[in-house]
């Protein structure tokens, strides 16, 4: 992997290529919280934020796509078009790469790939920065604060300069159209670049042990915290909404007045809503919030860890500030695990 640097007084100069690329997203300041937008001026982008409210998800996997539209005398169009052009999303953090990673496995080396997702991923350039963690994030326990791939740059602050990771061709693309702003990093850059990451990995408020946690989970399937968690859940489906790795989503059809035209809808969806596994007749799988909180946890951090090798959590901290009673990925861990006080969590649940 190539590796450059880049003044930090140069960053303004370097953005300007940016557009060649595609339509730039960044992260903008909107009242106390931060998103993904297109930035009106370079200086509303926002290079320390702590996370988006939703994660870059939204730009590939929109909350709500038309997918094709029918005409008897058309037939069916696809609007991949749509999805395919170019765009660049500026200042992701790495975790937020590590969950479009996770979502590359489901839609793009999956069992059923998307072509709408692919479409977009393919014209989608990313450029990383690094961040300092708050008190929500668990990236460092997750293994979520560094990324090796699925970006094209990635920007490091190592004082007045960023350390620069050239990740693809498309990158170097870049590189090659900024002229000589990117320089040849010294040894002393390499240095910092070090103390840097390690300082960040150390100051992680967040430590989530997750040795053995799938195993846990089985012998906690029973548990009362989960029929706890269910008592306090409020079906909002927030938590699902912002998290980078959640991607159900659900399909239906738009039919105009005469019945003869329409087109496909698909829009985010959430298996902590109660209709999620409702099916034809009435019956619902998962009636009880309980089954749902659990369902959701025992999908990221067993069943994909069994699929994918891994959990699909990132630790972007995103459930942890968005629930409005406290059930996340830190408190549902360490609930789990013993180590929370006043909770029971090997006693059975009711039925
Ligand atoms: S479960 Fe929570 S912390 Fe983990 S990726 Fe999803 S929103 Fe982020
Ligand atoms: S766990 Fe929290 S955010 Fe998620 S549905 Fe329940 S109340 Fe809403």
Redesign the pocket.
């Known amino acids: 992997m190539k590796i450059l640097k880049l003044a930090k007084k140069n960053l303004d100069l370097f953005v300007s290529v940016l557009p060649a690329f595609g339509e730039v997203y960044a992260p903008i300041k909107r009242g106390n919280s931060f998103v993904f937008d297109k930035p009106g001026l370079w200086s509303d982008v926002q290079m320390n934020y702590t996370r988006t409210i939703l994660p870059p998800k939204k730009l590939l996997l929109p909350p709500c796509e038309a997918t094709f539209t029918f005409d008897p005398n058309k037939g069916y169009q696809d609007l991949l078009n749509e999805a395919s052009k170019p765009m660049v999303l500026f200042g992701v953090h790495a975790y937020d790469i590590y969950g479009l990673n996770i979502l590359d496995r489901v839609f793009v080396q999956g069992k059923y790939p998307d072509p709408y997702y692919i479409a977009r991923r393919r014209a989608t350039t990313i450029i990383g920065v690094d961040f300092v963690p708050d008190d929500k994030h668990a990236a460092g326990s997750m293994n979520a604060d560094f990324v090796d791939q699925g970006f094209d740059l990635f920007l490091s602050d190592i004082g007045d300069e960023y350390l620069v990771l050239v990740g693809t061709s498309r990158g170097d693309d870049i590189v090659v159209m900024s002229g000589c702003l990117l320089q040849t990093p010294t040894q002393d850059d390499f240095a910092e670049y070090k103390r840097r990451s390690k300082n960040r990995h150390e100051s992680y408020k967040v430590q989530l042990d997750l040795e053995g946690l799938p195993e846990i989970l089985e012998m906690e399937y029973h548990s009362k915290a989960w029929d706890d968690?269910g008592k306090?859940?409020?079906?909002?489906?927030?938590?699902?909404m912002v998290c980078p790795t959640c991607y159900c989503f659900d399909v239906k059809d738009e039919v105009d007045l005469g019945g003869r035209t329409g087109k496909r809808i698909r829009t985010w969806d959430?298996c902590?809503?109660r209709t999620h596994a409702l099916v034809a007749g009435g019956e619902n799988f998962r009636e009880d919030?309980a089954s749902?909180?659990k369902h959701?946890f025992y999908h990221k951090q067993r069943g994909f860890v069994a699929e994918y090798g891994r959990p699909s959590c990132v630790g972007c901290g995103r459930?942890v500030e968005?629930?409005?009673?406290?059930?996340?990925i830190i408190s549902v861990i360490e609930t789990i695990r013993g180590e929370r006080d006043g909770i029971a969590s090997s006693a059975p649940a009711s039925a």
């Open positions: 968690f306090r859940c409020l079906s909002c489906g927030s938590c699902s959430s902590l809503l919030r749902r909180v959701r459930c968005v629930c409005p009673v406290d059930i996340n």
